[in-house]
């Protein structure tokens, strides 16, 4: 009765991590990041406001969105993954540059490393590998 209690626990403890971990046996929710590829969208730059980075871009034109999707703990600088998406092809916009901006989570105080991706406007799916865009610091 004592090993089929262990076992019991080991099993539980098994599918807890499944769940946790995402559900690894039906896909993955790990983003897929291009660290040797460039990001080759739209410019872009980092600022700050309060405590936190803000990642800013300049867009073609006033339809396209930019949107922190969530930042990742890594070897160095905290990744901010950000997308870019394209405007509406169903909608007529000016030809101007538009100035994007969107806060992270990521504190002031700590590295920052940018990484992008370029979806359609309407496209939710976690596909789309991230590009580097730029690495920054925190205050000096």
């Known amino acids: 009765m004592i090993q089929s209690s262990k076992a019991a626990k080991a099993l539980v403890a098994i599918a807890g991590l499944g769940v946790l971990g995402g559900c690894s046996l039906f896909g993955s929710d790990e983003p897929v990041i ?19 980075h803000v990642v800013t871009a300049q867009a073609p034109n006033p339809g396209w969105r930019l949107e922190f999707d ?32 969107a806060a992270t989570s990521i504190d002031i105080e700590e590295p920052i490393e940018v990484f992008a991706r370029i979806a359609e406007h309407d496209d939710r799916s976690p596909d789309g590998a991230y590009e580097r865009v730029l690495i920054g610091i925190g205050p000096e």
């Open 34 to 52: 291009a660290v040797d590829r460039t990001f080759r969208g739209p410019p872009m730059g980092l600022t700050a406001t309060d405590h936190v």
């Open 70 to 101: 969530r930042a990742e703990e890594a070897p160095g600088p905290t990744r901010a993954l950000m997308t870019l998406r394209r405007p509406d092809p169903r909608l007529i916009y000016t030809q101007q540059v538009a100035d994007l901006s």
